[in-house]
């Protein structure tokens, strides 16, 4: 069975940095393109960022020169390095796995609270 577990979630102030893994369990496949996604109260679900198993990199342009996606495939792993933060990034931020055949697997999500 296919797990992901995010961590690296917390309250910060406006300005500050997070680091957010994601680590996936289970998987027999090898780990296809991995991202985060973001959804606050009352809002759709956002797309954050993606990397594909070739290291090629994708953001919103809400995050863009403020967060870095990273991953290692050695430790099954998806990072997003967030900087600069501010109010509005205030989400629950979920990680995701595509296999293969392009079908994602999804974490539970972890919360990301920025004040002002």
């Known amino acids: 069975q296919v797990q992901l577990v995010e961590s690296g979630g917390g309250l910060v102030q406006a300005g500050g940095s997070l680091k957010l893994s994601c680590v996936v369990s289970?998987?027999?496949?090898?780990?296809?393109?991995m991202g985060w996604y973001r959804q606050a109260p009352g809002m759709d679900r956002e797309f954050v960022a993606s990397?594909?198993?070739?290291?090629?990199?994708n953001y919103a342009d809400s995050v863009k020169g403020r967060c870095t996606i990273s991953r290692s495939d050695v430790k099954n792993t998806v990072y997003l390095q967030m900087n600069s933060l501010k109010p509005e990034d205030t989400a629950v931020y979920s990680c995701?796995?595509?296999?293969?055949?392009?079908?994602?697997?999804w974490g539970r999500g972890t919360q990301v609270t920025v004040s002002s």
């Open positions: 990397i594909t198993s070739g290291g090629t990199t």
């Open positions: 995701y796995v595509f296999d293969y055949y392009r079908v994602p697997y």
């Open positions: 289970g998987a027999s496949f090898r780990l296809d393109s």
